[in-house]
């Protein structure tokens, strides 16, 4: 890729980051919304250290701005909840080094865009990553300004409904796309038998219709630890749901565990993210709101393809495979369509609601 390519994904990405912040005062820009989410400034200069990290050092060589970033930024070191008291960059200082790390890389973007052998300059691979990196932090922002009552959500409403049948047969699974991380590939065949999966994402009226059943007291549609959580003194019903959400929109900030029960209320169930990429792949134009609207819980954990192998670092993906994480698909309002393919594989506690997440179910025939 041409250093003119790789400097305007970086733009876009940049440009998304500031439109969020650029309204917001220093204090709401400090404070601790959530426990479940950082500070924003945090997550500001944790993306100017993440694009520091690597592509002025790894790639380019260059020594540490500061050595207590490494420790202060590292998204493993400490729990989003204890951020705030960390001595962590206030937002000029925060501003100012983020955008000395870019005005750096920019200078840096000829050798960056050289192809050398290396895999992570292959057709600009480590700059996509940190174009990535950013633009989810911005979905990871929003969810605290969302926290804060101070997201601006566009109006997306549902307009179709019914199902459709996929047939069986093979597909591809997973992406060759030069950006794509490595829990999308490799890519490889796969047979499914035939499913059903809605043409649409539940709205806030099937929702509600769930709730006023009394969808929570119903123990026989909730797993075993779906009812553990239900019982949870922190599940006592919808939490972040707001019944007074628009009916025809989709239903919004729901977890897994609610998610699953109520798929299988409506005598249904929640698609594995096989079959949600296939459906992707293969009846595209069957479907609404597949992204943009909300990200879809699936009943898949969140592992490995056959033969995956961890690249550039183990951190990103291989640490939360396993049974605890559930995958979810597809991209929310707040997802940029550069992360929003269809192979792109996101994943959450199941327990989580603060995430733009609801769900579009799916059945056997
Ligand atoms: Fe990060």
Excluded at 207 to 225: I, N, P
């Amino acid at each position: 890729m041409s250093p003119s390519e790789l400097a305007a994904a970086l733009e876009r990405a940049r440009r998304r980051t500031e439109d969020l912040l650029e309204p917001l005062s220093d204090e709401q820009l400090t404070q601790q919304f959530s426990p479940l989410q950082s500070p924003l400034v945090w997550d500001l200069a944790h993306i100017g250290h993440f694009e520091e990290l690597w592509l002025l050092r790894q790639v380019g060589g260059r020594s540490a701005v500061s050595p207590e970033y490494d420790e202060l930024y590292d998204a493993f070191a400490h729990a989003r909840g204890d951020r705030a008291r960390l001595p962590i960059l206030p937002p000029q200082a925060a501003r100012a080094y983020v955008r000395d790390v870019r005005e750096a890389v920019l200078e840096l973007l000829p050798d960056l865009s050289r192809e050398n052998g290396d895999p992570l300059l292959s057709e600009g691979f480590v700059v996509g990553m940190v174009v990535q990196h950013e633009l989810q932090h911005t979905e990871t922002m929003a969810q605290t300004l969302a926290l804060a009552g101070l997201a601006r959500r566009p109006s997306v409403m549902v307009g179709v409904s019914g199902e459709v049948t996929v047939p069986s047969g093979p597909f591809t699974l997973g992406s060759t796309v030069p950006w794509a991380y490595d829990n999308e590939r490799p890519a490889h065949d796969v047979e499914l038998p035939q499913f059903r999966i809605d043409r649409t994402l539940v709205t806030n009226r099937d929702y509600a219709g769930f709730v006023d059943a009394g969808g929570y007291s119903d123990r026989s549609v909730w797993s075993v630890e779906g009812w553990e959580w239900r019982e949870s003194e922190h599940a006592e019903g919808p939490l972040f749901w707001d019944p007074g959400a628009q009916p025809d929109a989709p239903v919004e900030h729901v977890s897994f565990h609610e998610a699953e029960a109520y798929a299988r209320w409506m005598g249904k169930r929640l698609p594995t993210e096989v079959e949600w990429e296939k459906a992707a792949k293969t009846v595209p134009g069957e479907l609404e709101h597949m992204t943009g609207a909300v990200w879809q819980w699936t009943s898949s954990a969140f592992g490995g393809y056959p033969g995956f192998r961890a690249f550039p670092y183990a951190e990103y993906s291989e640490a939360f495979f396993g049974d605890e994480y559930r995958v979810l698909r597809g991209g929310s309002w707040s997802t940029d369509p550069l992360v929003a393919r269809p192979t792109f594989r996101n994943w959450d506690l199941p327990q989580r609601r603060q995430i733009f997440s609801g769900l579009r179910c799916a059945g056997d025939v």
